[in-house]
Structure formats: structure tokens, C-alpha cells
């Protein structure tokens, strides 16, 4: 069993920044070799892939994030952040946290408004 526990989202201004921070517990071993993600759901829609990032630390990243959202995992801590710049509009949602897309955090709101 994981638990993974979201943190980090807030209201943010147009172009500003946010880091969402998820940390993670129970099966270390579970944790350490799956790749682990971030997604978001926007009201109305479905929910979508943002980011993830491999055991090895291969990164994946949705085209509209890429070049503004950065995603890392420290192993020792357990511990998978979402570093988001020039945020937009369309950012706003909750994001959420996975763990081999089978284990989900509760997620954590981000509101992109002037």
C-alpha cells in the first residue's frame, strides 16, 4: 500500500509560480521502482497526464507544460515535486499525485486568476 499526500497549491496571479510538492509512504519498494506522476483535472474535463518521471528519472511531459513545469523525485526522501513557472489560465486545476497510476493522492487545488 502507498499513501501519497499532496501539498503546495494555492491562487497565483497570471505568469507567476507555484511548487506542488507530493510525499509519499507505506511500500518503499512499491514507491522506488514505479514511475511516479502528476495530473491534473480541470472542471468539465477529464482528467490528463501532466508529468511524470521513471525510477531512473526519465521525464515526460504533456505539450502544453513543457518548457514551463519542471518535475523531480528524490529517492531518499520519497518525495515528488511539480516546480510550475509562467503560469496561465488554463493551468487551473487540481492537481494530483500517482504512483504507478494505481496509487492517487487526495489533490490539491490550483487557481491560475487575476
Known amino acids: 500500500q502507498v499513501h501519497l499526500a499532496e501539498s503546495g497549491g494555492g491562487l497565483v496571479q497570471p505568469g507567476g509560480s507555484l511548487r506542488l510538492s507530493c510525499a509519499a509512504s507505506?511500500?518503499?519498494?512499491?514507491?522506488?521502482?514505479?514511475?511516479m506522476a502528476w495530473y491534473r483535472q480541470a472542471p468539465g474535463k477529464e482528467r490528463e497526464l501532466v508529468a511524470s518521471?521513471?525510477?531512473?528519472?526519465?521525464?515526460n511531459y504533456v505539450d502544453s507544460v513543457k518548457g514551463r513545469f519542471t518535475i523531480s523525485r528524490d529517492n531518499a526522501k520519497n518525495t515528488i515535486d511539480l516546480e510550475m513557472k509562467s503560469l496561465k489560465f488554463e493551468d487551473t486545476a487540481v492537481y494530483y499525485c500517482?504512483?504507478?497510476?494505481?496509487?492517487w493522492g487526495q489533490g490539491t487545488q490550483v487557481t491560475v486568476s487575476s
Open positions: 507505506g511500500n518503499i519498494f512499491i514507491i522506488a521502482i514505479n514511475a
Open positions: 518521471i521513471t525510477s531512473g528519472g526519465t521525464t
Open positions: 500517482a504512483c504507478g497510476s494505481v496509487y
